[in-house]
């Protein structure tokens, strides 16, 4: 989580983190130069393979998300208790949409 935020520098143990953690972020952003940039840094760094499946997880991840926020799906009790310190660490409660998912 420290890697993701920026707190933590060095190698973390991820061949290309940098570069993926640049196109994670790059596409959730809304400038289409950064993501293409970003794109090409995957690609030449770690390969087409990687970018598809760097892809796929990021729009996963963002279809879920949407998802769930949309219809207001609760955490289940258990999901609570397991995400509370990343929760905290991340400021996620902070969200305008985080009563949506029902554990505040």
């Known amino acids: 989580m420290r890697a993701i935020e920026g707190d933590l520098a060095g190698d973390i143990g991820v061949d290309g983190a940098d570069a993926l953690i640049g196109f994670v972020e790059a596409s959730v952003a ?25 892809a796929a997880v990021a729009a996963a991840f963002q279809m879920m998300n949407r998802l769930a926020n949309a219809t207001g799906t609760p955490l289940d009790d258990n999901l609570v208790d397991m995400t509370a310190g990343a929760r905290a660490e991340l400021q996620l409660d902070n969200y305008t949409s985080a009563p949506n998912g029902g554990h505040q």
């Open 30 to 54: 809304t400038d289409a130069a950064e993501l293409a940039r970003c794109r090409d840094t995957v690609r030449n760094e770690l390969g087409d393979a990687i970018l598809v499946d760097a």
